[in-house]
C-alpha cells in the first residue's frame, strides 16, 4: 500500500454557541468541507492556509483527536474514521503530534526522561529508560537533560525534547502544527534540519503545518493548500511554484505572510 | 532559605495578629452589655456579695489594668479561671478542642470526597447530562447554608428514617476507657469498633452538614479548572500516546489543576471550622463551638477569650499548612 493516509470526503462541523437558540441545539458549522486526499508513504506533507482556514482541525482529524462529522480516513489501510478510544489506544503509538508551543506541551511536574520515557512502558518497551536516552541522542540533546525539567531548557530544546517524545514511540507518521512558530530564526533552522534529517533515517512520513510558505517550500515534498475548510490545491512543491493554479494559492505565494481573507489589518 | 525566611516571617506576622484578636475581644466584650456577675448571684443579693465576687474576679480594676493582668497570665500559660464552671479555662478549652477538630476534620474528608467525586466524574462526562445534573446539584447544595442542611438531615435520618444519631457525641451509657479526648482516633487505635461505630453516627450529620457546602465548592472550581487544564497542550498529547481517559485526567490533569483550589479549600476551611459553633449547637456535640455560645450567654468572659484565641490560632494554623502545601505541591516554587 502506497498510501499511509486515504482521506475520501471528510467533513466535520462543531456547534457554533454563538447562534445557539435559547432551548434546543446549537447550529453547526462546518469548519472542514469534503476534503478527499492522500499522504503517501515518506511523503512530507504541506499544509498551508490562512489563519481559521482548518489546518490544525484537519491535523487533530488525521491523528484523530477528533471524530469526522463524515466521510472516511483510512490509516494504513485500516478505517479509523469512527473508531472508539479504546479502539484507537493500540493504533496511537504510530500517528504521532508535536505542537507550535513546546512549554505547554511538557508537563512542568516530570522531568524529560520520564516524559519520553512513560509513553514507552505504555506501549511495552522492554527498556524504556534506555530509549528515553536514545531518543535524547537522536534529536542532538546531552543525556544528562534526562533528568531536568521543563522549565530548565530553552524553548528551541524543548522543542527537540517534543520530536525525542514522538519518534521514541517509532511511529509511521507524525503531525507538526505549526512547530517552529515559536522559536527565533536560528532554533528554527536547526530543528527544521533535524525534522528532514529523522524523516530520512527513520522513514517517516510527515504532515506540516505552517503559516511560512518559505519554510513549507523548503522542506516539503507536497503541498496542500486550505481556503476556508476546502482544499483549493494538492500538487507536488515544484508543480505548486511554476504553475499555481488556484487564484489563492497565487495570492499566497504573492503575499507572505498572509492575512485572514476575512479579517481586516489589525 | 527562602522557605525558611518567608517561614520566620509568617510566624512573626501569626504572633501579631493574635496579639491583635487578643486585644480587641478583650475590649470588646467588656464593652458590650451584660454584667457576668449579676448573672452568676441569686436574686436578692446583697451590694456586698457583688462588690466581693467583682474584686475577686479582678472585675472591679479599670479594662486596660485587667488586660495586663490577663495578658500576663497568658504568656505563662494561665488563661485565668472561668466564671461559671470555676475550673482553669485552659483545662476546659483543651478538653473539648479535641472534638472539635474531629468534627472538623471529619467534614474536611467528606467534603473532599464528595466534591472531589463530583469534579472527576463532571470532567469525564464533560458535555453530558450527567455533568449537567452535577451542576445542579452543586448548585443546591451551595445555595443552602449548613445550618439548614443539618435541619434537612436531621429531618430525614433522625427523624423519618433514624438512622443516626442527633444528639451527642457518643451514647452516654456506653464505658470509655479513653484517656484523651480525640474519642474517634483513640477508638480506631485502641480497636475498639464497636465504640469507633458509635461515634461515627454521632458525628455523621453534623459532618455532612458542614461538608456539604464545602464540597460544592470543592466540585465547582476543581472541575471548572480540570476543564481548562484538558484543554492544555501535554494533556492533549498524552491522549496521543495512547493514555485512557482515566490516566489523562487523574495522572496529566488533576495535579496541575488542584492547586487554585487547594487555595480556596483553605480559606473555607476556616469558614467550616467556624461553622462548627452553630452545627455543634444543633447537634448537642460537646465541642468548643457549643462551650462558646454557652460562654456567651453566661457572660464568662475569661471563656470566652480563651476559645477566641484559640479558634484564632487554629485559623492561623491552618492557612499557615495551606501555603506550605502549596509550596510542596507547586513544581515553579519547589524547584526554584
Ligand atoms: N472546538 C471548536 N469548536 C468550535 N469551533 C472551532 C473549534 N476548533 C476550531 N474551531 C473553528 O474552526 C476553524 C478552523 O480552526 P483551526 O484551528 O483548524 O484553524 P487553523 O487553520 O489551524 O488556524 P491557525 O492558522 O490560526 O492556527 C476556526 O474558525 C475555529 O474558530
Ligand atoms: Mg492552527
Redesign the pocket.
Known sequence: MADLYQVENLRLS????TRKPLLGPAPR?E?LKDLTFTIPRGEILGIV????????????VLVRLLEPSAGTVRFDGRDITHLAEAELRPLRRRFQMIFQDPMSSLNPRHRIGRLIAAPLRLHGSEDPEKGALEALDQVGLPRSFASRYPHELSGGQRQRVGIARAIALRPDFILA??IVSGLDVSSQAQVLALLEQLVAELGLTLAF?S?DLSVIRRLCTRILV?YR?EIVENATTAELYDNPRAAYTRELLDAIPLPDPDQPWI | MQILRSLLFRLASTAVTLVGVAVIVFFVIRVVPGDPIAMMLPPGATEEDIARLTALYGLDKSIPEQFFIWAGGVLQGDFGTSITARRPVLDLVLGRLPATLELSIMALVIAVILGGVAALTGTRERGTKVEAGIDVANGMALSVPDFLWALILILLFGVAWPVFHISGRVTPSLDLPFVTNFYLFESLLRLRFDLWADIVSHMFMPALALAIPLAAIIGQLLKQSLKETMHLDYVTLSRTKGYGENHVIIREALPNAILPTLTLVGVQFTFLIGGTVIIERLFSYEGLGNMAIDAVINRDLPLIQGIVILFAVIFTVVNLVVDLTYALLNPRLRHA
Do not use: V
Not at chain 1, 462543531?14 to 454557541?17: N, R
Not at chain 1, 492556509?49 to 487533530?60: A, F, Q
Open positions: 462543531f456547534p457554533d454557541l458549522t469548519i492556509g490562512g489563519s481559521g482556514s482548518g489546518k490544525s482541525t484537519l491535523g487533530r502544527d505549526e503545518i503559516h486550505l475548510g
